[in-house]
């Protein structure tokens, strides 16, 4: 009769030693490309810090740049034009927009309309459907907005998010991401302003980035 | 002895807990949903059911039933699953494999989830695309063929071995031997006029289709540049082809020209389906404790065009991808693979047989072995069926009269006369087999024309 008890027991201890030694090869090893490579945990998709920065960075560059000082004082009306996401990664553009305004407005520069917009998802409906109870007894009139009240924007915020993937090395991706936005004055279509921040980040070449 | 009873208990419980699929395989719930396809069944019960036990296989078949049912949103939600689950294995794949391989050398491949394919994923997510383009959510389209473009960079990646050693057998063909001699008489020569990369080589290892309708995309969204540099690349890839050099030119013009076009994609017939392929082995020749051994192998069949192609007004269809070649390359990478699989699930259950004849000769023992050998025999045939022979494509110029498409016998297929005059549009026609066809009409809307 054959014994089966040893060869088996081999075969399990050449599995798990397989096993273990696979597990010890799996960390996925995702870090930013900077120089002190401190941040850890963190996805090769841009997430709310990448914003954070890309924002800050940005808001930095445009009121060093003194575009937004009005001759004379008082503050610019800025539009949110659309910010085009062309990556491969679904993300809410507005998230990086939204930093930028709190940072304009917080600076005491400009105001932003939200009359009108690039995306309609910036635009306030209220200020139309405030507007369409013109002829409504049951709203006292004089206290409708009249015709002629809004502020046509001095400038249109637009910018667009590009993504380059490719192989470094053997097994890891290089996945970078570029946030350009352009600050371009409405009655004379010149960019008055652009800038243009940079997120670097290698992981493993295992997936998609997504 | 305790030890194979062991063994084979585990079998039968294993057996047990992955139903009836290891016995049967998948093939008739596949031709059963290839049926549901061109009855246009849009009842997503079964789908939903099978679900639960090969979710990828089942995600990708629903989210293609769907988009032919224009349930554009069921199919990205379909589709998005389908997505999930290739990273879930794409992330797991070096832990899985292990026990995966014992599955599949003990019983078969079929009690291990579906695995799918790279020219899958790259069609996952062209679908995806072109089910937001008809929900007018370029936002979310813009970002699947983002995809596709990194799925096809990941193609070139998978394929690198194979691509290196055509482009080297094509650099020492006697056509660029010709094309280096300064002296050549050679009329092909003369007729030559793109330029041979390696990038030329590249059809049948990617999906053309894939950039062309990613460029085409990217020409709608108004990214004349980016569209400019797909087109040119599907260009380079297939230096013939006349369609994909006219689109090239016309993004070069596009800023500039007034003119809008009707763009005819076709997805003509079925592809290549994988049928099982069994063999006899006469082992009985050499020992009478094995009953014989049988190997199950996966092996793949071409299926016939629907119309060979169609006519846009004037312009006839012409190829752009052949789907099949695309199957065929990527089934013949793997094909060593399966081999090797198959032939040691062979010797392991011709071992099981050996031994049990060995050890309960008295109970019919090798019998009992082929039983199981028999029952478990079954080659894995999984793919996703929805997918097309080959992709044609043919352009005219949307000026207020109908259109009309016309199958090759010169009948109309259908007459169009819907389109705005202001803007580009996409007629998508899928015709699995004659006389059945869906269509597709994606015109950016008013909303989104800003």
């Known amino acids: 009769m054959i014994n089966l008890r040893k060869p088996f027991n081999k075969y399990i201890s050449v599995i798990m030693l397989a096993v273990t030694l696979i597990l010890a090869g799996c960390s996925s090893n995702v870090e930013y490309v900077t120089a002190d490579n401190s941040d850890d945990a963190i996805s090769l998709g841009l997430d709310s810090q990448d914003f954070e920065h890309a924002a800050q960075e940005a808001l930095n560059s445009l009121l060093a740049s003194n575009t937004l000082n009005k001759p004379g004082g008082g503050r610019y009306i800025v539009a949110i034009g659309k910010v085009v996401n062309d990556t491969t990664l679904r993300i809410d553009t507005d998230m990086l927009v939204k930093k930028i305004r709190i940072g304009m407005l917080q600076s005491g520069k400009a105001v932003i309309t939200t009359a009108i917009a690039g995306n309609s998802k910036n635009v306030d409906d209220l200020i139309y459907d405030v507007r369409e109870l013109r002829d409504n007894d049951e709203f006292k009139q004089d206290t409708i907005a009249g015709k002629g009240t809004l502020y046509a924007p001095d400038f249109s915020l637009t910018g667009k998010i590009l993504q380059r993937i490719s192989r470094t090395g053997k097994n890891k991706q290089l996945v970078e991401y570029y946030v350009q936005l352009t600050l371009t004055e409405i009655k004379s279509g010149l960019a008055y302003w652009e800038n243009e921040s940079t997120v670097r980040k290698l992981g493993s070449n295992k997936s998609t980035a997504w | ?450």
């Not at chain 2, 794949?93 to 799918?116: M, R, W």
């Not at chain 2, 007629?427 to 008013?446: C, G, L, N, R």
């Open chain 2, 1 to 450: 002895m305790i030890q194979l009873v062991r063994i084979l208990l585990i079998n039968v419980g294993l057996l047990g807990l992955s139903g009836c699929s290891v016995f049967l395989g998948y093939s008739t719930d596949l031709d059963q949903y290839e049926q549901q396809l061109i009855n246009n069944n849009c009842d997503y019960t079964e789908i939903d059911k099978q679900l639960d036990s090969d979710p990828l296989l089942w995600a990708l078949n629903g989210g293609a039933l769907a988009r032919q049912c224009h349930d554009y949103k069921k199919s990205i939600e379909y589709l998005d699953q389908a997505e999930a689950l290739f990273k879930e294995q794409e992330l797991a794949l070096t832990i899985k494999s292990v026990g995966q391989s014992i599955g599949s050398v003990v019983i078969n491949n079929n009690i291990n989830d579906y695995q799918g394919e790279n020219y899958e994923k790259i069609m996952m997510n062209v679908y995806k695309g072109l089910n937001f383009m008809s929900l007018h959510d370029l936002d979310n389209a813009r970002v699947e063929f983002n995809r596709v473009l990194d799925r096809q960079r990941r193609a070139v990646e998978f394929f690198e071995k194979e691509i290196n050693n055509a482009n080297t057998k094509h650099q020492q063909s006697q056509y660029m031997k010709k094309i280096r001699d300064p002296v050549s008489p050679d009329k092909k020569i003369k007729a030559y006029q793109g330029d041979i990369t390696a990038k030329s080589l590249y059809p049948n290892f990617v999906n053309p289709f894939a950039t062309y309708i990613s460029g085409l995309f990217f020409y709608f969204d108004g990214n004349y540049s980016k569209a400019h540099d797909l087109f040119k690349q599907t260009a380079r890839m297939l230096p013939n082809q006349q369609q994909v050099k006219a689109d090239l030119l016309l993004s070069e013009q596009s800023s500039l020209r007034k003119q809008h076009y009707a763009w005819l994609i076709y997805e003509n017939g079925q592809s290549m389906i994988k049928r099982s392929f069994s063999y006899q082995f006469p082992s009985y020749l050499f020992t009478n404790k094995i009953v014989t051994t049988d190997i199950s192998l996966p092996t793949i069949y071409k299926r016939s065009p629907s119309y060979p192609y169609l006519r846009l007004n004037k312009q006839k269809t012409t190829e752009i991808a052949n789907m099949d070649n695309i199957i065929q390359i990527e089934f013949n990478k793997k094909l060593p693979a399966i081999l090797t699989e198959g032939m040691l699930n062979m010797l392991f259950k011709s071992a099981i047989q050996f031994l049990l004849e060995q050890n309960f000769e008295q109970y019919g023992g090798r019998w009992l072995g082929y039983v199981y050998q028999l029952s478990t025999n079954t080659a894995d045939v999984r793919q996703w069926r929805a997918m097309p022979k080959n992709f044609q494509i043919a352009r005219t110029l949307i000026n207020g009269n109908k259109l009309t498409i016309y199958k090759p016998d010169g009948s109309v297929l259908t007459e169009i006369d819907s389109l705005l005059t202001d803007r580009d549009a996409i007629i998508y026609i899928k015709s699995d087999i004659v006389d059945h066809y869906i269509i597709d009409i994606i015109q950016k809307s008013a909303i989104h024309n800003s």
